[in-house]
């Protein structure tokens, strides 16, 4: 069983899934903008219409999954400052710009045209497994009991995520090696994909603020229902649970999906 993350969402730039395979959430670049501040010219021939700083925001939000405050401060301030523009970008593509003040984080999704035709898309198909679903869900449970609490950063340990997943095996299982390794995989593609931030030990992290914008309510519902259905002997009185994991819309505007997704080659 797996989660659709981003029907043709988001995994990176959308040019070459296996050059972008290979890119890990990105911090700000190393160019010194005041270099380039006087004209929008970059290059030779360059006919592009945004300052350097825009231009970097913009491959930014194209490349990665979403972008923070937090995890690219420089990018974040050029989009809160010149966010119609950069939407205005995006929508050129058929994606649109989600944005949570907030919370500070922003994303993209895939447009959908107002009678409900697919427009072209640079955005593939990408897929959460169970596992890292189980991961997703229980790191937004957290998040949002943190901050509930006061807390103004919320951390987690690999062992308590990894322990959550194995909470959900089924009881006919008995692969437990397997689906520890399973779970810990899980857990390293969530931490690639910038949701959880590494901190000075390799067993604690913390918990990005993005995880809660996009996996909304109403999907953690869903997901949690689908995944004890799936686990139990009992025949589900609605959809089966693999129908309802390929569904369910995502915060990524998509039709199955649990988090926003990735241009061809995002993380």
Excluded: C
């Amino acid at each position: 069983m797996s989660v659709h993350t981003h029907p043709e969402t988001e995994t990176g730039t959308g040019i070459d899934p296996e050059t972008d395979r290979e890119l890990a959430p990105e911090v700000d670049t190393e160019v010194d903008d005041e270099v380039l501040h006087d004209s929008v010219s970059l290059f030779e021939g360059d006919e592009g219409g945004l300052e350097y700083a825009q231009r970097r925001a913009l491959v930014t939000l194209l490349k990665q999954r979403f972008i923070s405050a937090r995890t690219h401060p420089r990018d974040w301030t050029v989009l809160v400052e010149h966010e119609r523009l950069l939407r205005s970008r995006l929508n050129d593509l058929f994606l649109d710009l989600q944005v949570d003040r907030a919370r500070e984080v922003a994303w993209k999704r895939q447009a959908t045209s107002e009678t409900g035709s697919r427009f072209p898309t640079m955005l593939y198909d990408a897929a959460w497994s169970r596992e890292e679903t189980l991961v997703l869900v229980h790191l937004r449970d957290r998040l949002r009991a943190g901050l509930a609490s006061g807390d103004l950063r919320v951390f987690v340990d690999r062992e308590d995520v990894v322990g959550y997943v194995a909470s959900f095996r089924p009881a006919h299982a008995t692969d437990v090696a397997g689906d520890d390794k399973r779970a810990r995989n899980a857990v390293a593609s969530v931490v690639k994909s910038g949701l959880l931030i590494p901190t000075a030990t390799d067993e604690r992290f913390e918990i990005s603020e993005a995880v809660e914008p996009l996996i909304p309510l109403e999907l953690l519902q869903d997901l949690l229902a689908a995944l004890v259905a799936a686990n139990s002997n009992e025949v589900p009185a609605a959809d089966d649970p693999d129908d309802l994991f390929d569904d369910v819309p995502d915060a990524a505007g998509s039709t199955t999906g649990t988090t926003a997704g990735t241009t061809a080659g995002e993380q």
